[in-house]
């Protein structure tokens, strides 16, 4: 039996211009954090906007728990807590009367949303418009992870966190891991996804450029070049996009 609880199969959406993604494929093992890695506009949230069933692929196909992105996005969504890379909330809610509707509509729990709440440091009193972007961020957060969903799909999660709240969430993730939660984690930070993921896909420009198992790359000689210290992902990203753009 596979392992495999998401799935992207040859996945293409053209936009025109070269915009989009095209003939993408990867899997996400249960139980793993598995970074999404790219430069803004290289396809990471148009992949995932196909995994939630926000898209129609023009060819290919994405599953999770085996079931088809696209034909059966309520029944994915069952699974998967999610944080948009744009968040857009009412302005006419409260903080906390928003959290209780999303619970009462997807069977959060209340009390772990008041722990994640004391975990990031933050009361989500006062209306939503007055929030500032790290609020809202740390808002979504607990969104995502009040109702106990087994797959958790963020998009740049720690966008606006500072530097304390950016390693209280790594340590969050890795929590989660332990109680046999799948993440997966869309990024442009090396440092955070060299920290918490157990596997890496790299995009460029619509197309998968690299895979890294960043267990097995601690101790690898790369062809190109070798880290003294240790494997880097920074390094190892920015000279693979040198090789992509020199063809």
Known sequence: MSNHVITVKNLTKDFGAGRGVFDVSFHVNKGEIFGFLGPNGAGKSTTIRHLLGFMKPQ????????????????????????????????????????????????????????????????????????????????????????????????????????????????????????????????????EEVERTCDRVVIIKQGKIVSEVDLHDMEDKKLEKYMVPARFSLEKYFMSLYEEVSDE
């Open 59 to 190: 060819s290919g196909k994405c599953e999770i728990m085996g079931i088809d992105c696209w034909e059966n996005p309520s029944q994915v969504q069952e699974h998967i807590g999610y944080v948009a890379g744009e968040i857009a909330f009412p302005d006419s809610v409260s903080g906390w009367a928003f959290i209780r509707q999303i619970a009462a509509m997807r069977g959060g729990d209340i009390c772990r949303a008041e722990e994640l709440c004391d975990f990031f440091q933050f009361k989500p009193d006062g209306p939503l418009k007055h929030f500032s972007k790290g609020m809202k961020q740390k808002t979504a957060l607990v969104i995502a992870f009040m109702h106990d969903a087994g797959i958790i799909i963020l998009d740049e999660p720690t966008s606006g966190l500072d530097p304390l709240m950016q390693a209280k969430f790594c340590d969050l993730i890795s929590k989660e891991k332990e109680r046999g939660k799948t993440i997966f984690m869309s990024s442009h930070m090396f």
